[in-house]
T-cell receptor, first 115, second 112 residues
Framework: GAVVSQHPSWVICKSGTSVKIECRSL??????MFWYRQFPKQSLMLMAT?????????EQGVEKDKFLINHASLTLSTLTVTSAHPEDSSFYIC???????????FGPGTRLTVT | DQQVKQNSPSLSVQEGRISILNCDYT??????FLWYKKYPAEGPTFLIS?????DKNEDGRFTVFLNKSAKHLSLHIVPSQPGDSAVYFC???????????FGKGTKLSVKP
């Protein structure tokens, strides 16, 4: 149980284009989903927290107009990287937590490369 | 400024011996601590957690020790197995549902 999937697992896009990454909780309802970014040899950095049906809360330094997060249902959250630049190339990981739960269950991550 | 620090980027241990991974934190408000294991190109998987009301939590081969006065925690794996080879992340939060703050991870290699 407690499986979280991400799609795509990797994506290459051209600078200036937008990319959408999906995060799904497969066997539980996730009232809260989290989006992280990890650069090589660095820690996972929380980008934003989203609760189903409400606007995401972004961490300091994360541009909400660049990283659009939608959590429209209890099993799906999407992260859209708009007008991607090479410096946005990173490993993006989502996690999900069910209502009343403590644990965050992580997806397998999405490797984004912007050329 | 990093609030959660894992000062050893890597650790190599012989199969069957004990692996000790260390983690330090600076924020005294943290009261919930977790260890995650991560394989390449995969998301982290939860291993074990500890609340600040305890100083030890054990689950099979994995034991986490918490020293609040030193703001230090450690993960002991015994006996270590080659399948334990992965990157281990320490994370801390304020409350069990608070946002997780991760360390940079320690890459453990267990040699047969």
């Amino acid at each position: 149980g407690a499986v979280v999937s991400q799609h795509p697992s990797w994506v290459i896009c051209k600078s200036g284009t937008s990319v959408k990454i999906e995060c799904r909780s497969l066997d539980f309802q996730a009232t809260t989903m989290f989006w992280y970014r990890q650069f090589p040899k660095q820690s996972l950095m929380l980008m934003a927290t989203s609760n189903e049906g409400s606007k995401a809360t972004y961490e300091q330094g994360v541009e909400k107009d660049k990283f659009l997060i939608n959590h429209a249902s209890l099993t799906l959250s999407t992260l859209t990287v708009t007008s991607a630049h090479p410096e946005d190339s990173s490993f993006y990981i989502c996690s999900a937590r069910e209502q009343g739960g403590n644990e965050q269950y992580f997806g397998p991550g999405t490797r984004l490369t912007v050329t | 400024d990093q609030q959660v620090k894992q000062n050893s980027p890597s650790l190599s241990v012989q199969e069957g011996r004990i692996s000790i991974l260390n983690c330090d934190y600076t924020n005294s408000m943290f009261d919930y601590f977790l260890w995650y294991k991560k394989y390449p190109a995969e998301g982290p998987t939860f291993l074990i957690s500890i609340s600040s009301i305890k100083d030890k939590n054990e689950d099979g081969r994995f034991t986490v020790f918490l020293n609040k006065s030193a703001k230090h925690l450690s993960l002991h794996i015994v006996p270590s197995q080659p399948g334990d080879s992965a990157v281990y992340f320490c994370a801390a939060s304020v409350g069990s549902q608070g946002n997780l703050i991760f360390g940079k991870g320690t890459k453990l290699s267990v040699k047969p």
